[in-house]
C-alpha cells in the first residue's frame, strides 16, 4: 500500500489527495512497519506551504494521537 501511495505523490507532489493519504498511512502503520508522526508532521507541512484545505484534517488527526 505504501508502495502506491509514494508512487502518487511521486508522479504528482502537488497532489493534496495523495499526501493526505500517505500522511495518514504513516499515522495508522506501526512503527515496526514504518509508521511515523513526524512523517506525517512532514506532510502537514507540505499541505500548508500548498494551502490545502486538507491540512485541516491531517492537523485534527495529529492532534487526536
Do not use: C, F, N, T
Request: proline share 5%.
Amino acid at each position: 500500500m505504501r508502495g502506491h501511495l509514494d508512487r502518487a505523490v511521486e508522479l504528482d507532489p502537488a497532489s493534496d489527495e495523495a499526501q493526505l493519504h500517505l500522511a495518514m498511512w504513516y499515522l495508522r502503520a506501526p512503527e515496526l512497519a514504518g509508521g511515523s508522526k513526524a512523517k506525517a508532521r512532514e506532510i502537514l507541512q507540505v499541505l500548508e506551504k500548498q494551502s490545502s484545505p486538507r491540512a485541516e484534517a491531517l492537523r485534527k488527526e495529529l492532534a487526536g494521537r
